[in-house]
């Protein structure tokens, strides 16, 4: 099993910036994608930013230039560094890691809430 420990959501005004972070844990062998989601209320969970087995960076349109991932493999911990911040950014943001059988495993969630 795989567990997934999220942090750093919190409230902040319209262009600000946060940092989340995702640290996992438990059996991790092969990961085939690790990042963020968020889901808005009413709305679907959406992929923010992931980096895939290859090692490429996968970001949604609405957050390119403004928000970065980054990890340390030492540590194995994601992190998700977030400027610009805009109103609309509000949601619940999920860890999640895929690993090599396709198995998604979700963190508890963290709130960001951007306030105008």
């Known amino acids: 099993q795989v567990q997934l420990v999220e942090s750093g959501g919190d409230l902040v005004q319209a262009g600000g910036s946060l940092r989340l972070s995702c640290a996992a844990s438990?059996?991790?062998?092969?990961?085939?994608?690790m990042g963020w989601y968020r889901q808005a209320p009413g709305k679907q969970r959406d992929l923010v930013a992931a980096?895939?087995?290859?090692?490429?960076?996968n970001y949604a349109d609405s957050v390119k230039g403004r928000f970065t991932i980054f990890r340390d493999n030492a540590k194995n911990t994601v992190y998700l560094q977030m400027n610009s911040l805009k109103p609309e950014d509000t949601a619940v943001y999920y860890c999640?890691?895929?690993?090599?059988?396709?198995?998604?495993?979700w963190g508890q969630g963290t709130q960001v809430t951007v306030s105008s």
């Open positions: 980096f895939t087995r290859g090692g490429s960076t």
């Open positions: 999640n890691l895929q690993d090599y059988y396709r198995t998604d495993y």
């Open positions: 438990g059996s991790i062998f092969i990961i085939n994608r």
